[in-house]
């Protein structure tokens, strides 16, 4: 049971490291690694700024304390001079407190510029290595968006990107269904000329549209032998008014009797 849960979280992990690849963004990545040292960069600044405050601020204890010894060492002589020996020993006393703390405030004030002084050399190393980082980070995201243009185009090319293939697919689809269009209704005249399909929207059967077929192709004929009739009267009629003779009327009459149809 345990190698089958081991297998199970084996798997969850590597298809959500697979995902999170795919999410995942480099450049956008880089962007976010430079932001969080400028953050670590400030971080420090700041570090720098609290130890020297601190330091001035034990630098301003340390002033007033010697202030202090000055001022009990001369109340120690006043006192001394005006013979009471008893004060002056309290102000030697209070000297003394006061100059042990001094010693303490001077080891702190030492730390301190010890710590002041490893921050800022981390600050200045942080920094540089920022620096570097920030170029070399250009520079991989000028790499990635040119090799990234470089894989568009490509694909683009070759029509193996996804766009390209789901185009490539509609076009062969349309193809398709164009060719499977272009059958069907050849199959249709095929059938509708072999009598096998009937048009619905002709009236009448098939023996009346023959017949009507028939009549209209000797109405044409009649109308043109009429009008070739009637051509070759207008021919003669212009031979007789230019002095040809009268006696070839009566032909010319006789002919278009005979190629006149009878009603």
């Known amino acids: 049971m345990a190698g089958l849960f081991s297998r199970f979280s084996l798997i969850i992990k590597s298809k959500f490291s697979k995902v999170l690849d795919r999410a995942e963004n480099p450049t956008e990545t880089l962007d976010y690694s430079y932001e969080k040292q400028l953050e670590l960069l400030q971080n420090v600044k700041r570090g720098v700024a609290d130890v020297v405050t601190a330091k ?15 001022k009990l060492e001369t109340q120690a002589r006043q006192a001394l001079g005006a013979g009471r020996e008893d004060l002056a020993r309290q102000a030697l006393e209070r000297k003394s407190a ?7 405030l001077d080891q702190q004030v030492q730390g301190l510029e010890a710590q002041q002084e490893k921050l800022v050399s981390s600050e200045k190393a942080l920094q540089a290595r920022i620096e570097g980082f920030r170029s070399q980070k250009e520079v991989i995201k000028a790499q990635y968006s040119a090799a990234e243009a470089q894989v568009k185009i490509g694909e683009a090319a070759t029509g193996i990107g996804d766009q390209m293939a789901d185009t490539g697919m509609a076009i062969q689809r349309a193809k398709d269904k164009t060719e499977q269009m272009q059958a069907r ?19 009448g059967d098939k023996l ?11 109405q044409v004929d009649a109308d043109l032998a009429k009008l070739k009739a009637e051509v070759g009267a207008g021919t003669e009629q212009k031979g007789i008014g230019a002095g ?14 005979e190629t006149t149809p009878s009603p």
């Open 208 to 218: 009346d549209q023959e017949l009507a077929q028939l009549a209209s192709q000797s």
């Open 185 to 203: 209704a050849a199959a249709v005249d095929e059938l509708i000329e072999s009598g096998a399909l009937e048009d619905f929207t002709e009236t």
């Open 244 to 257: 040809a003779e009268p006696a070839a009327e009566p032909a010319a009459t006789e002919a278009k009797e």
């Open 98 to 104: 006061v100059q042990q703390q001094l010693q303490g």
């Open 56 to 70: 001035k601020r034990l630098q301003l204890q340390t002033d007033q304390l010697e202030q202090s010894v000055v």
